[in-house]
């Protein structure tokens, strides 16, 4: 399968009274066409800034910084190579360098997002089925008219809510966006749909609401469904429910899932290629196998051995002893981010290791010297050498 998104060297800042924070600095990872791309971690590593960076939803006071986002579109490549060529690379667009309007624009047909909470994304107040037909609407209105629509999509939070309720019009929806989201309702396997089409939220259970809000993100018929742990909140039978639906709307709909999750048992169940996150960089990627079957970097190990119970989504990764460094621009080391806690530690790791290729797999790769060389105990840092602070 041909990569549908190439991710490089995303850096997404936020600045706070402590200084510039780099939740995400130095990204990169492919996304397949048709795969589930994984991107696992612990919680602070960067995965949901990674995903809010690609949709275009970091909110102040953060802001990408550096990098390009590649999403393969050959008609959007064909209307943008003219104003911006610089910004084309084959069938190929970097969205980092689309005009606001064009980038938004994106949001539904090319790329949608959920969220753990489904009410982050459905509002209380308006029926699921309303909710999902002005969705279906929107991406009507900007596929009619790609060019100059202002794409509103799906509601993300409150905020945006608001502001629509300010849009004319935004109450409309016509009879057939609500049989489309009848039809969306029953993709995604809700029972009865025609009739809970007109039911509030609360009237739905946690799994249904879930499974709303994905209806509501396929309005669009995205090409990439980013899903930010969508099943962490749920119990562990409609967990396995909501990923089997992903599975199965990823293959029948022939749409990427780029799946976030701390869950490694979910990776294992779910995932074609994984990135490991750590600190704010993708540490190793590759495929399943690669990961799970012949982890370079120390950091994918440790969470290897403290793999948790699968069957259990609440369970939590086991911390791997010490502390994930600070990602305050100031106090960021130049050297491994994971040195403090690595216990390969060597020499030649307080120099930053660029990403290599770990052999295997084409597409196997970490942030370590372990990737191309060997452990040489000789050139071990002694254990307390980061004892005392620096
Ligand atoms: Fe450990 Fe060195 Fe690899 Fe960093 S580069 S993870 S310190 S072996
Ligand atoms: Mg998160």
Not at 33 to 41: H, K, N, S
Not at 214 to 232: F, H, K, N
Not at 378 to 390: I, M, N, T, V
Request: with cysteine; charged share 30%; proline share 6%.
């Amino acid at each position: 399968p041909e990569d549908v998104l190439r991710v490089r060297n995303l850096h997404t800042e936020f600045y706070t009274e402590e200084g510039q924070v780099n939740a995400v600095h130095g990204v990169d990872f492919t996304v397949r066409g048709g795969e589930v791309f994984g991107l696992v971690g612990e919680s602070g590593s960067g995965k949901s800034v990674t995903a809010l960076s690609v949709v275009d939803l970091v909110e102040d006071p953060g802001r990408v910084s550096e990098g390009e986002i590649w999403y393969r579109n050959a008609d959007l490549a064909d209307r943008v190579r003219e104003d911006d060529p610089e910004a084309v690379d084959g069938d190929f667009v970097d969205v980092l360098r689309l005009p606001e309007a064009e980038r938004r624009a994106l949001r539904g047909p090319s790329f949608s997002m959920i969220f753990q909470d489904p009410m982050s994304s459905l509002d209380p107040s308006m029926t699921v089925g309303k909710q999902i037909a002005e969705a279906v609407e929107v991406q009507r209105r900007a596929s009619s008219n790609p060019r100059s629509t202002r794409s509103r999509t799906q509601g993300y939070g409150l905020g945006s809510l608001l502001v629509d309720s300010m849009i004319p019009g935004r109450s409309y929806v016509s009879e057939e966006s609500m049989e489309r989201a009848v039809e969306l309702l029953d993709l995604v396997g809700i029972p009865d749909a025609e009739d809970r089409v007109d039911e509030y939220p609360h009237q739905f259970s946690g799994g249904m609401l879930q499974r709303a809000m994905i209806a509501q993100a396929l309005a669009g018929e995205p090409d990439v469904l980013i899903a930010d742990e969508p099943t962490t909140a749920l119990d562990v039978t409609i967990q396995a429910q909501i990923l089997g639906l992903l599975r199965r709307l990823q293959r029948e709909e022939d749409m990427s899932v780029v799946l976030i999750t701390h869950n490694l048992g979910v990776i294992a169940r779910m995932a074609d290629r994984v990135g490991v996150m750590y600190a704010g960089e993708v540490v190793e990627r590759g495929t399943l196998d690669d990961i799970f079957e012949d982890p370079t970097h120390p950091y994918t190990h440790g969470l290897l051995g403290s793999i948790p119970d699968l069957d259990d989504p609440a369970e939590r990764l086991q911390p791997i002893e010490g502390n994930v460094p600070s990602l305050v621009d100031a106090e960021m080391p130049d050297r491994c981010y994971f040195a403090d806690r690595c216990p390969n530690a060597m020499e030649q790791c307080l120099e930053k290791p660029a990403e290599r290729s770990c052999g295997g797999s084409d597409q196997h790769a970490a942030k370590c010297v372990l990737a191309d060389g060997e452990y040489d105990e000789s050139r071990a840092l002694p254990d307390d050498y980061f004892d005392g602070g620096d």
